[in-house]
Structure formats: structure tokens, C-alpha cells
């Protein structure tokens, strides 16, 4: 439903736009941000509401995921996300089978990704840490967010880069400038583990009277 979400939101602006991109990627952040906020909401109790391998592998360096958890994460979030893909395809009349030829490259748009993961990252750790009931409110809002203030408009999300590979709409990513995007998520979310397990290690302070 998230990526179905992402790529179908992108499809429906595109058309209704007009030609203006600005209009488009509000649709497309409008979308994307409301379904966060409700699938984690509905599936945060079930399964942690992952839906992104980078998030997974922070949740298992924490101890939070056991290893063993990890791969079959992974295949659901990638398999299911290409199917989501496929579903949006199939709503808007699209071919079902195509690859994106629109290019994401540069120092700018990976430096973008790995600050748009990093971030994500971050507001999981601090929000579970001290807000947890605001989960789905945060991550959705910083999506919206980063989707506007990165230069690679925040995909964050190694599974979603592989789907929107798979899709040559208005969310595609060329498929030979995926595995650049996906590397900076890495890192990113590697780096947000390191500063997370600092920032919120420490207990709540008590306020001072």
C-alpha cells in the first residue's frame, strides 16, 4: 500500500498538474505522508511497521529485530513493494513491466539521500525513546518534509529505490542510479544508528524545580 501510494500519487499529479512539478511533488508528498501515518498507526503493533530495510538493520544493530528476522524483512519489503509498484501500474492503465529512465545521479542527490535516511533514522530513535505514541505523526511529517528540503526528494528507503527502479512514471529512478541511492541510505542510516545510540542513551532528566 506504501509504495502503491508513492508511485500511484505520482502518476495521479502528474496528470492533474498541468506540467507544474512544484504542484506534482505536493500531491505525490501529500499521499505518501497521510498512508505513513496510517499503516503505522494499523501495523506498528504488528510487526514494528518497518517497511524499509535501512530501519530494519538499525532496529537489528539495536538488538531490537533479531538477526535472524532480518532477511525475511527484507524479501517482504522488496517483493511486496514491486508488487505495489505493479498495482499502481495496473490502476492507471500503465504497462505492468517497465524500468524507469529518469536519471538520479550527483554527489548532490546522494549526499541528499544519505542526510534524508539519516534524519529518518534519527526521528525513530528519539521518538520511540521519548514519544512513542507519536510515532506515526513524526515519521510521516519528516517524510513530507525531507521530500522538500533534499535535492533527491527523500526516497530513504532502499526497498522503495528498487520498486520506484521498476517504474518510469514520475517517481522512477533509473535503474543503473539505484545502487548509488542505495549505498547512501546505508550510510546514512549506519551513521543515525551511531548518533541515535549517543543522543538517546542517556536516561530522561528529571525536570530541575
Known sequence: MLFATVIGSGIMAEKLAGGNVAVALQGNTMATAAMLFVLITMLGPISGAHFNPAVSLVMALRRELAWLDMLPYTLVQIGFGILGAWAAHVMFDLPVLQMAVKARTGIGQWTGEAIATFGLIVTIIGTVRHRPEW????????????????????????????????????SGIAPADAPMFIVAQLLGALLAAKVGSLLFAQPVAEPSL
Open 135 to 170: 510515532i506515526p505523526a513524526s515519521v510521516a511529517l519528516y517524510i513530507a518534509a525531507a521530500y522538500w528540503f533534499t535535492s533527491s526528494t527523500s526516497f530513504a528507503n532502499p526497498a522503495i529505490t528498487i520498486a520506484r527502479s521498476m517504474t518510469n512514471s514520475f
